[in-house]
């Protein structure tokens, strides 16, 4: 799924750093847990009582949908099952970035920068 989206007021835009890439946010955020690949099998995974999952097969675990608002909200911390580690950071408390919103059959949804991008290169490593 391919999001259409717009930065928000100008005012907004002039405070704020240039967003990094997607695969940045991954390598920076995610990778020593994740892995570099996305396996599940990052330096610190080996330590953690629950085994981080492979983020490459997040579509095929979903009948071939990447569920791009579930990711999201699970990267954020908003969405989480019981039978999900602790061991991972609810993101959205922290800075994101830039808010952008994202629109979907006429409606916008403010979503962080750095979110959007990181879960868009998330969709791109299916395999």
Known sequence: MRFHFAILPLALAACVDEPIDG?????????????????GDGPLARDLTTTPPDLTTIAAR???????DQVMS???????GAHFSTAMPEFGAG???????????????????QLLMLTEYLESIQE
């Open 23 to 39: 695969r940045t946010a991954y390598l920076e955020n995610c990778a020593s847990c994740h892995g570099a690949d996305a396996k």
């Open 62 to 68: 979903n009948g071939g949908v990447f569920p791009t």
């Open 74 to 80: 699970t990267i954020d911390g908003l969405d989480r």
């Open 95 to 113: 800075d994101m970035g830039a808010t952008v919103i994202i629109e979907e059959d006429g409606l916008g949804t403010p979503v962080p920068m």
